[in-house]
Structures are given as structure tokens and as C-alpha cells.
């Protein structure tokens, strides 16, 4: 087995150069033909994984980061058509937590592809001024947007502890975005707090802001949260830990293959920033091939 392994060292602060080295060591004593990048930025990363990609086939592509990582790296994934491990190493870590990678043990996640067969999941894409860029987990807009932004810039707050303060500090100062929704055929015009687009249950660490989502039903879950004043919204808050925000009477839910979203906000994906609205968003069923627990 040829296996392609991108290791991020920034990723969690650390922890992707720890995990990095321990995949290091363990394929050290392995059969697999083995190939690290570990490039000093992620357009280095990218680079070497895409030259590498051009002149070699691997049957294994192994990312050893955070979602945000998984985000970058997937436009390859897609293209060459490899089956995705995920050592979670970064903040929040959510994709991992979807696939039930998160807290396994380094030994049973990198012995995976000796003894299960990859799952095919969907993808959401989203479609910007000419361009399109894949998600695997949430689109977020609006109050979320922001929230991330604030949370991606903090110098001294890590972890998955930086997503509560960033709330906290910026619930007293944001206001109701009007915007203009379609799913599929059904559309909506309402000011509301946020707007997220699923095809994975839960981002910033943990928090199951949809836990209905599911990535291989052939479904996005669009989330529409109305406008509330900030105590209100942070009443609501904790009980996005465990998913019961979901029966209160201001949020609501809809399914759909193509979502349209405009308003005078942001979209962020995966955590990662990825353009200002208006998006159209489409799900690829089948996407990309992963390995699950």
C-alpha cells in the first residue's frame, strides 16, 4: 500500500506536529510505503502534495490536522480520487468527531485501512464569483460568520474554549441580517441571528448545531435561527452543547440539494473563511471516500 500523509505542525496549537511525529514512528516499522509533506505553509503544502499527486498513484491520503486542514487539502483528495484517513490533531476537530475518529487511539486509526472499507459520504459545495470550493461539515453565516472570525484572530485563547468567548464577546454588538433563502423551490426573506447549511452535525469543537445532519443521506439541513436580542440568544447557547436548542420556537429547519443565500454578512465553511454572500450552495452525493469507526 502507497499511502500520502499531510501533516499540518500548527494544527491545535501543536498538537499536529506531535501527532505527526508519532505517525512518523509508526510507519517507521510498517510495510506501507509511506510519503510525508510537512511544508512550512499551506500553499507549500499544497504544492508538493499536488506535484506529488501528478507523478505517483496512492491508495491512502492521510491528513494529520484540524477541519480547517481537511478543508484545504480536499480539492486534491477530489480530484485524485483517494480514500481519506483523518488523524485528528486541531481545535475542533469536528469532522473527526463525525466520522468517530475523535479519541481514538493513534495505533487503531492508522490500522483502519488494513481492516474496514471506506465510506463514501456527500459534499456540499459552494459557489462563489466563478468559483467553487467543497465543505464536509458546516457553511455558517451571519452571527456564526462572525463569531468565527473573531475566534480564528485570537492570539491568546486556544482550543475550542476560544468559539464560548468569541460568542461572548460579540453577542451585545451584532444585529439581524435580512436575508433572502431559497431551498430548492422554497424561498425566505426574514431577518435572522445566523444561517447554516449542514452536512455534518456539529463545528466549533463539539457544539451539535445540527444534529440531525447526516452525510450520506443525500440531504444539506439549512438552519435558520430568528432574530432575538443577545440574552435570549445566549439562553439559548448552552443547549447547542447538546443539540435541544433544536426544539426552541425561533429556530427552524430545512432540507434541500441547492441553497441560495444573500445578505450583508460573510460565509465560513469548515471554519475556514470563504467569500461575502450571495452563495449558492449544491451537494455532490457520494463526494469522497473516508474511513469511519
Wanted: charged share 20%; hydrophobic share 45%; with cysteine.
Amino acid at each position: 500500500m502507497k499511502a500520502l500523509i499531510a501533516i499540518n505542525p500548527k494544527s491545535g496549537g501543536g498538537k499536529g506536529a506531535s501527532a505527526g511525529a508519532k505517525v512518523r514512528s509508526f510507519y517507521s516499522k510498517s510495510d506501507v510505503e509511506a510519503t510525508f509533506v510537512e511544508g512550512n505553509s499551506k500553499e507549500e503544502t499544497l504544492a508538493q502534495l499536488e506535484a506529488l499527486c501528478q507523478v505517483s498513484n496512492f491508495d491512502l491520503f492521510i491528513c494529520v490536522g484540524g477541519d480547517g486542514f481537511i478543508h484545504d487539502i480536499l480539492p486534491i483528495v477530489i480530484k485524485y480520487e483517494m480514500p481519506l484517513l483523518v488523524v485528528p490533531a486541531g481545535t475542533g476537530n469536528d469532522f473527526a468527531r463525525t466520522l468517530g475518529l475523535f479519541g481514538a487511539k493513534l495505533e487503531l486509526l492508522l490500522t483502519l485501512p488494513e481492516v474496514a472499507t471506506p465510506k463514501q459520504i456527500d459534499l456540499g459545495w459552494v459557489n462563489h464569483s466563478g468559483k467553487s470550493s467543497p465543505f464536509v461539515q458546516i457553511l455558517s453565516t451571519g452571527f456564526d460568520s462572525v463569531v468565527n472570525e473573531r475566534a480564528n484572530n485570537f492570539k491568546i485563547v486556544k482550543g475550542s474554549i476560544k468559539y464560548v468567548v468569541a460568542v461572548l464577546l460579540e453577542v451585545w454588538r451584532f444585529r439581524a441580517i435580512n436575508f433572502e433563502i431559497t431551498v430548492d423551490d422554497k424561498q425566505i426573506k426574514q431577518k435572522a441571528m445566523l444561517v447554516c447549511v449542514a452536512n455534518g452535525k456539529s463545528y466549533g469543537g463539539g457544539m451539535k448545531i445540527v444534529p440531525q445532519a447526516r452525510n450520506d443521506d443525500g440531504l444539506l439541513i439549512v438552519m435558520v435561527v430568528d432574530r432575538v436580542n443577545a440574552l435570549r440568544l445566549l439562553a439559548v447557547f448552552p443547549r447547542v452543547f447538546f443539540g435541544t436548542h433544536i426544539n426552541h420556537p425561533k429556530v427552524h429547519f430545512y432540507s434541500g440539494v441547492e441553497i441560495k443565500i444573500a445578505g450583508k454578512t460573510q460565509a465560513y465553511a469548515d471554519g475556514e473563511r470563504i467569500c461575502e454572500l450571495p452563495i449558492v450552495i449544491t451537494l455532490a452525493e457520494r463526494g469522497i471516500k473516508v474511513y469511519t469507526l
